[in-house]
């Protein structure tokens, strides 16, 4: 007969809990970071910010070497073959200065003005950009903007015939950058200017508002104030660009007038400082209102001074 099995009955509880790893962050759809060969990257067409050799530059190519591209670049697909950069052309050019072969980039299907919308929104807030640079990446920005507004929905076109002319196009703009519309006009104007009045700008040769005044010149008009400038060694004001600019207007804008306009004496500047909004707004967030920052300036100044005043009195 055999013995009953007296071996302790199985403790029953619940089943080890299975560690499951975390799911991936999803990626948007159709959209991923990969690595592309510099070879197979191709600059945006007209890119209105140059890509420079400065001290910038090095910065650039030294965190480059050390911890890599941090932050993808943008690029869409080329018809002719690779891809289109629109955000990363300063980040190309560091990897081909650090020996790298490929650029980590996000890929993109946009048309060209979505492409062309987003390429200045990408690079309009960097600092050192050079007045030309502004005013053709503006004009890029507003035409590619006029374009979509001008290819209303159905329901739009039912409500608003006339949709692309009331659209204003430069305020949405200047609002976008924390200027006004009239700033950005104003930089556009700069891009009717010659080559070698453009160069003087961007050298500070010229201030930008002569060169607003003197942007509506005719070009051969243009041409003969760089030789006026050239002979005389010197740059119109705000006075005299507006002089010839009344001339030109007029159709009495010629090299003796011009010759007689730049030669004469200058009206000595009157004591004031001006701060543009441009010059302003790099040093506050971007959700600062004119108002607001001049409220800031004045604490900051009136601490200074009672700082100043302090220091007098030990």
């Not at 955000?87 to 081909?96: F, L, N, P, S």
């Not at 002089?243 to 306009?261: F, R, V, Y």
Request: with cysteine.
């Amino acid at each position: 007969m055999s013995s009953p099995n007296t071996s302790p009955p199985k403790r029953r509880g619940r089943p080890p809990k299975v560690r499951e790893a975390p799911a991936p962050a999803p990626q948007p759809q159709g959209e991923m970071v990969v690595p592309i060969p510099l070879a197979e990257l191709h600059p945006f067409p007209n890119h209105p910010f140059k890509v420079r050799d400065d001290e910038a530059m090095k910065e650039t190519t030294a965190s480059v070497k050390e911890n890599g591209v941090l932050t993808p670049a943008i690029v869409r697909p080329r018809e002719g073959g690779g891809y289109e950069i629109i955000a990363g052309h300063r980040r190309k050019h560091a990897c081909e200065l650090a020996g790298l072969s490929a650029l980590p980039a996000l890929v993109r299907s946009l048309d060209d003005d979505t492409a062309t919308i987003l390429m200045v929104d990408s690079n309009i807030q960097r600092e050192n950009i050079l007045p030309s640079e502004r005013a053709q990446a503006y004009k890029m920005k507003l035409e590619a903007i006029k374009r979509r507004a001008g290819r209303p929905t159905k329901e739009a076109e039912n409500n608003s015939p006339k949709i692309s002319a009331n659209f204003r196009s430069d305020d949405e703009i200047g609002a976008a950058m924390g200027v006004s519309g009239d700033t950005v006009r104003n930089y556009i104007s700069l891009t009717q200017l010659v080559p070698e009045l453009q160069q003087m700008v961007d050298d500070k040769k010229i201030a930008l508002s002569p060169a607003y005044q003197i942007a509506a010149l005719k070009p051969e008009e243009q041409a003969l104030l760089v030789e006026t400038i050239e002979s005389e060694q010197a740059t119109p004001s705000v006075s005299q660009a507006q002089h010839m600019k009344k001339l030109s207007q007029s159709g009495e804008l010629n090299e003796d007038t011009m010759l007689s306009i730049l030669s004469a004496e200058k009206k000595p500047e009157v004591d004031k400082i001006v701060l543009t909004a441009d010059t302003l707004r790099k040093y506050f967030p971007r959700s600062y209102t004119p108002r607001k920052m001049e409220e800031t300036i004045i604490k900051l100044l009136e601490a200074w001074q009672k700082k100043r005043q302090r220091s007098q009195e030990r």
